[in-house]
């Protein structure tokens, strides 16, 4: 296809969470002039959580819309030129590395931060985007702390259902994991700390066929062994309804020229954010799918931009322009 424009940056990033905006500070501190586009999601996945408490320095906790404001402020401060744009595909053969932005601009990069994120995994049941925000939520670290002495659901049987379930046991008065098959897939060490935690209830062979109550969640409907002749209709009170059930990793558009693991998380050189591909960096959580955290991810994405400077420099593009 015929594309409209080029332009030429040092350091082009491509996401705007933590991660992004942390690359976008210290690119931008660095006369590395960098250019980031926010995506589909501007502000990331913490834009759609209540208040975050556990970042430190915000001792009285800030809703994640506010936090990220505060992050793009920052880098905007610095210079950091921050559009509005989705990258939709990618030519990583050259050195001079080639992103396509809107299927019309091409972004030809020196360096290149991916901090597109991942994308939690939901039902796709109606209720769940009723429900957004009011006792629905795909991240318990983020916001179990609101159901202390409550009682709430984990959906899923992986590691992080189990590892979700745990943590809310230990806030909330009750944690139901509703999973679909008759056993967990989590790994036998998580499966075998849900087990001796008394006030986890594993409901098997349940499947979520709504959520109801007035003022958010307080309940979900239930079937059980759906499909067989026992199958029956199971109601909980609940007042948050978690889902567990795995995160895609943002990736799809760097498929053919990064390594991932199987999931599409991208690969770095462990402790580093270096792809397999010279100059191209991944920070957050598109190659993280382990911690997820915005303190993890703005972390990264201070390594990225550090390693994008030394990488320029190594090449000998001056960054004082
Ligand atoms: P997984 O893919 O391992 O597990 C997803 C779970 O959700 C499965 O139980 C699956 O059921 C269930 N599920 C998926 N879709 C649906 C659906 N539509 N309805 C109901 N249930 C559904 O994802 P995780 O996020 O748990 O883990 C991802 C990776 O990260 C894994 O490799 C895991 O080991 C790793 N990890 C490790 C941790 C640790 O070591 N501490 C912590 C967290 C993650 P089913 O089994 O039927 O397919």
Same mark, same amino acid.
């Given at each position: 296809?015929?594309?409209?424009?080029?332009?030429?940056?040092?350091? !082009?990033?491509?996401?705007?969470?933590?991660?992004?905006?942390?690359?976008? $500070?210290?690119?931008?501190?660095?006369?590395?002039?960098?250019?980031?586009?926010?995506?589909?999601?501007?502000?990331?996945?913490?834009?759609?959580?209540?208040?975050?408490?556990?970042?430190?320095?915000?001792?009285?906790?800030?809703?994640?819309?506010?936090?990220?404001?505060?992050?793009?402020?920052?880098? %905007?401060?610095?210079?950091?030129?921050?559009?509005?744009? @989705?990258?939709?595909?990618?030519?990583?053969?050259?050195?001079? +590395?080639?992103?396509?932005?809107?299927?019309?601009?091409?972004?030809?990069?020196?360096? #290149? $931060?991916?901090?597109?994120?991942?994308?939690?995994?939901? !039902?796709?049941?109606?209720?769940?985007?009723?429900?957004?925000?009011?006792?629905?939520?795909?991240?318990?670290?983020?916001?179990?702390?609101?159901? *202390?002495?409550?009682?709430?659901?984990? #959906?899923?049987?992986?590691?992080?259902?189990?590892?979700?379930?745990?943590?809310?046991?230990? %806030?909330?008065?009750?944690?139901?994991?509703? #999973? *679909?098959?008759?056993? +967990?897939?989590?790994?036998?060490?998580?499966?075998?700390?849900?087990?001796?935690?008394?006030?986890?209830?594993? +409901?098997?062979?349940?499947?979520?066929?709504?959520?109801?109550?007035?003022?958010?969640?307080?309940?979900?409907? +239930?079937?059980?062994?759906?499909?067989?002749?026992?199958?029956?209709? #199971?109601?909980?009170?609940?007042?948050?309804?978690? %889902?567990?059930?795995?995160?895609?990793?943002?990736?799809? @558009?760097?498929?053919?020229? %990064?390594?991932?693991?199987?999931?599409?998380?991208?690969?770095?050189?462990?402790?580093?954010?270096?792809?397999?591909?010279?100059?191209?960096?991944?920070?957050?959580?598109?190659?993280?799918?382990?911690?997820?955290?915005?303190?993890?991810?703005?972390?990264?994405?201070?390594?990225?931009? @550090?390693?994008?400077?030394?990488?320029?420099?190594?090449?000998?593009?001056?960054?004082?322009?």
């Amino acid at each position: 296809m015929e594309h409209k424009s080029t332009e030429k940056v040092r350091c !082009l990033i491509i996401g705007s969470g933590p991660a992004g905006y942390t690359a976008a $500070i210290y690119a931008a501190r660095a006369n590395m002039n960098p250019v980031l586009y926010e995506g589909i999601q501007p502000g990331g996945q913490l834009t759609t959580t209540t208040d975050i408490e556990n970042f430190p320095g915000y001792p009285e906790g800030i809703s994640g819309f506010d936090m990220m404001e505060d992050f793009k402020k920052q880098a %905007l401060r610095f210079g950091a030129d921050i559009r509005i744009g @989705i990258a939709t595909s990618t030519d990583f053969s050259d050195t001079l +590395l080639k992103v396509v932005i809107e299927d019309e601009k091409v972004i030809e990069a020196d360096t #290149v $931060i991916i901090a597109t994120g991942a994308t939690a995994k939901y !039902l796709g049941l109606p209720d769940e985007a009723q429900y957004a925000g009011m006792g629905v939520s795909a991240c318990a670290t983020c916001d179990g702390f609101f159901y *202390r002495k409550k009682k709430v659901a984990v #959906v899923g049987g992986g590691d992080t259902a189990c590892e979700e379930a745990l943590y809310l046991a230990s %806030l909330a008065e009750k944690v139901y994991m509703i #999973v *679909r098959k008759d056993h +967990l897939r989590a790994s036998n060490i998580m499966q075998q700390r849900v087990a001796e935690t008394p006030n986890i209830e594993v +409901l098997f062979e349940h499947n979520t066929l709504g959520l109801f109550g007035e003022h958010g969640v307080e309940g979900a409907r +239930l079937v059980k062994r759906k499909g067989e002749p026992d199958e029956e209709i #199971v109601e909980i009170e609940i007042d948050g309804f978690f %889902l567990a059930i795995g995160h895609t990793p943002n990736s799809k @558009i760097f498929a053919d020229w %990064l390594e991932t693991d199987e999931t599409g998380y991208i690969n770095t050189v462990p402790g580093t954010p270096r792809t397999n591909v010279p100059g191209v960096f991944a920070a957050g959580d598109v190659a993280d799918p382990v911690y997820r955290q915005a303190i993890t991810a703005a972390a990264s994405g201070c390594k990225a931009a @550090i390693e994008a400077e030394r990488y320029l420099l190594e090449n000998g593009i001056r960054c004082n322009g």
